[in-house]
């Protein structure tokens, strides 16, 4: 399933219950997000094809659409309701 069936389904669930999803995120717009390192590639790294960043970093990271590049994990930010 795409981002953007995904992300319909859940504007539908959230209709549900009373809630414009959509509305919510554009309020979000706004508020600044910090992610630390680990968190934006799933503590796998992208400078090896083993995912081991070197200098301690626990290479772990084995999930279905993992960001495999810089460019998909800045990809995976972009929402697609907009």
Known sequence: MNAERAFAL???QYAELGVDAAAALTALQGVAVS???WQGDDVGGFESAAGLTGGGIQ???NYPGKARTP????A???LPWR
């Open 10 to 12: 859940a504007r539908e």
């Open 35 to 37: 992610l630390h390192c």
């Open 59 to 61: 290479a772990t990271g």
């Open 71 to 74: 460019d998909e994990l800045r």
């Open 76 to 78: 995976d930010l972009t």
